[in-house]
């Protein structure tokens, strides 16, 4: 059970586009298309962004997107907003029984 | 408003044990998979434990199999998780999270505000 890998950091201006990676095996998000993303504010509870991959839960911006090629999920942002300044973690599926996050990405909005 | 609420957590010595409460409100509690997350100070998120709606099946991270006991009880609208052995490396913030998949685990919609263990003599 080795943690995901994402990026420790990215940073984009305001109205730019990120995209956060998410590494795993061929046993976790090679093997599901079942990523979720979370959004945590500093001193905040996570917050659920993309679920089953691509999928939004109603409430969250049509901004935020997300993909999957082989064993990488990707979080993409865009038209980056300072309000978007926050951690970011992927969550994947390993069979059941297992979840996997990810080591976090802290997203600075220039 | 869906709510979740931990408690329980506190200083206790290494090796010593501990019982986490979850009050669930606002939903159907026994519709849903529960877990527990936890946060390390100033460190990632890491699943630690979790429990189908019926507590058929459960499954724990390799880090607390053995040590850690995750259970439920319908009845009372409560997620728990008793730790025994607890290490300097368990000190974190322990979320209860709400599970809105039905057929897979991994979809955390709601998060309590997190109980804080530390462990340290």
């Known amino acids: 059970q080795s943690a995901l890998t994402q990026p420790a950091s990215v940073s984009g201006s305001p109205g730019q586009s990120i995209t956060i990676s998410c590494t795993g095996t061929s046993s976790d998000v090679g093997s599901y298309n079942l990523v979720s993303w979370y959004q945590q504010h500093p001193g905040k509870a996570p917050k659920l962004m993309i679920y089953?991959?691509?999928k939004r839960p109603s409430g969250v911006s049509t901004r935020f997107s997300g993909s999957k090629s082989g064993n990488t999920a990707s979080l993409t942002i865009s038209g980056l907003q300072a309000e978007d300044e926050a951690d970011y973690y992927c969550c994947s599926y390993a069979g059941i029984t297992t979840l996997i996050f990810g080591g976090g990405t802290k997203l600075t909005v220039l | 408003e869906v709510q979740l609420v931990e408690s329980g957590g506190g200083l206790v010595q290494p090796g010593r044990s501990l019982r986490l409460s979850c009050a669930a409100s606002d939903f159907t509690f026994d519709d849903y998979p529960m877990h527990w997350v936890r946060q390390a100070p100033g460190k990632g998120l890491e699943w630690v434990s979790g429990i189908s709606w019926n507590s058929n099946t459960i499954g724990y991270a390799d880090s607390v199999r053995g040590r850690f006991t995750i259970s439920r009880d319908n009845a009372k609208n409560s997620l728990y998780l008793q730790m025994n052995s607890l290490r300097p490396e368990d000190t974190a913030l322990y979320y209860c999270?709400?599970?809105?998949?039905?057929?897979?685990?991994?979809?955390?919609?709601?998060w309590g505000q997190g109980t804080l263990v530390t462990v340290s003599s």
């Open positions: 089953e991959g691509n």
């Open positions: 999270a709400k599970d809105s998949s039905t057929w897979y685990w991994g979809r955390f919609d709601c």
